[in-house]
């Protein structure tokens, strides 16, 4: 991380805060046709073009949701804005603008800000998202990221939690527990070096898993596949916590229950080597591990021609009545073992 | 503050994330007809019905802009969402939403938080706003709130800081300085307590200030004014950061100066006679203090007889070409000052 030990770097308070917005946010251009006014009034101005609006706010903390020691700045920004945009995604809605607050201690060297802004500018880029407003403010301690996505569709294509049904088949996209190995190997390596810094980290090999936990992708394509195969999905979430409490949103909100299959659940063999390595059960880091940034939501039985062996998608289980709850059903056993969420919690992580 | 001393406290992690935001936002009733999906889906879902949409936000940090030694949780709660919604009053526009986040270290209990969200649910019940969405988390040190505040408007009647011309009056809300001033006896009494827990803080006398710093209202209710007087500002934007700043910012987006007439700055006698007590100069405490969350607007000059003697605003001064730049007429000696942006800057505070 950049700290503020080096003479060359500038302190924020060079240029205060109405010149540090401007100066950061100068070179930010705009794709979407909604963004009428951006940053430089009170607010910003939408123009909704006849969609309902969809918004969300996530908020990161240092120390809780991200350790710069390992995570480099650039792409802390980068993932901040696809946090955010995956919860856009999982309305089924297209993200059109975000708005940044960040509140930063003057540890921070201007040039740590634009690390971050670079980041950023990446992630609006690669999401054709606007940039329309925010704030900057000192803190006390640490680096605080707070992000508001706003997105746009029609009614009638907004997906919720709560439209499934008992029957309906369960799908998830791409594979899930390589953000939660990625980041036990960068914490393994990050002690190491604080025992010895001398030591080179062994990050070799470990490159896809890395990748999920540092520069995650929000699935904000998959609108366009559903849509190509004629699908609507009766309910969606995306896999923040980890897949066992994102099902059991899906069943508190739409009243069903669900079976979800260990041996159906997708994971990557570099997922599966690592946990090996590192004496973990692999299905219970998909479970529970969380930050894959997936989509996970579910398809009326009649849709399930359209979808089988579609390489996005895995079908990894059903709806149930409310009453018979949720269960995994073990890999060769077909043992049941209830849900529960032991997901991603920052309150009990500490 | 409640600290977590006592026993009968409840610590968030009993709660966990999800349980806790339900727990806190369980009580809030929905005001707008706007708003179609709220808190417990991947996103809020908003209906724009037909008006454009208008988004702020703001990032609120202890120890820079408050202090919980003398700032009671409760008018915290209730000032970060006035705060925002005096952004949306700013564009002329009508707030329908807000979205909260928190950064909270475990040091609080959620007795703490519920006094945060009872400022928060009555802000939202006197401005008729919903809460529609957040976002909580745990913190290293400290509490970081982040509000967006959404409101809707027709394209008309959405005011920005970019259309002063020449000659237009400049016009104030309200009158100015005392939320500086009322900082400053809080300030004054808090190190006095710290210094000796015993003596009482001298606060008899004070209550307009105090009220000013602690529970701020925003000018909601000028927009139907004006609408009444049949008045639409040229350009607008609200008193956070103080007059002088504010000046400059109409300036720096409509390309006029300002001349602001000292003596016409309107103030309260208290907010008077408190700075002479303190040895402060008034107007300096207007233009430079901040936090009046009054609105600082421009008029046409036709319309200079529908506001005058109306007791919700001032004219303070006039724009004139941009090259005449942005000067205070000093009273009596009409010598001119050069504005300057020493308003509240959460860079330079520390």
Chains 1, 2 share one sequence.
């Not at 006014?37 to 949701?65: R, W």
């Not at 792409?75 to 995604?89: Q, R, T, W």
Request: charged share 25%.
């Amino acid at each position: 991380m950049l700290e503020d030990k080096n003479p060359q770097l500038t302190p924020i308070s060079t240029y205060g805060e109405f010149g540090l917005i401007k100066h950061l946010t100068e070179n930010f251009s705009f794709k979407n046709t909604s963004t009428e006014i951006s940053i430089g009034d009170d607010a910003a101005v939408i123009n909704p073009e006849n969609k309902k609006i969809v918004v969300s706010t996530d908020i990161l903390a240092e120390g809780v949701h991200f350790n710069l020691g390992y995570v480099p700045l650039k792409h802390l920004g980068y993932k901040a804005v696809v946090v955010n945009i995956s919860d856009i995604a999982a309305m089924n809605a297209i993200p059109t603008q975000i708005l940044v607050s960040l509140a930063v201690s003057n540890r921070f060297p201007v040039e740590a800000l634009e690390e971050i802004y670079a980041g950023i500018a990446l992630a609006c880029k690669h999401y054709k998202v606007d940039l329309v407003g925010g704030d900057t403010t000192s803190s006390n301690s640490g680096l605080v990221m707070s992000i508001t996505a706003i997105g746009m569709e029609d009614s009638e294509n907004i997906v919720k939690r709560s439209g499934a049904k008992p029957n309906d088949l369960l799908v998830v996209t791409g594979d899930l527990g390589g953000a939660y190995l990625g980041l036990q190997i960068l914490e393994r390596e990050h002690a190491v070096y604080l025992a010895n810094p001398d030591m080179q980290p062994e990050m070799e090999g470990y490159d896809y898993i890395l990748e999920r936990q540092l520069k995650p992708e929000a699935r904000t394509d998959i609108k366009k596949t559903l849509n190509e195969l004629g699908v609507k999905p009766t309910s969606m979430i995306d896999i923040s916590d980890g897949l066992s409490s994102e099902i059991l949103h899906l069943s508190d909100q739409s009243k069903v229950g669900f079976r979800l299959y260990e041996e159906k659940i997708p994971m990557d063999s570099l997922t599966i080597s690592t946990a090996d390595e590192l004496n973990l059960n692999p299905a219970m880091c998909a479970m529970n591990g969380g930050e894959d940034f997936e989509l996970l939501f579910t398809i009326a039985p009649e849709d399930f021609e359209k979808i089988r062996n579609h390489p996005d998608f895995s079908i990894i289980g059903h709806a149930v009545e409310l009453e018979h709850g949720n269960y995994l059903v073990a890999r060769g056993s077909n043992e049941l073992i209830a849900l529960n969420a032991q997901g991603w919690d920052a309150f009990l992580k500490k």
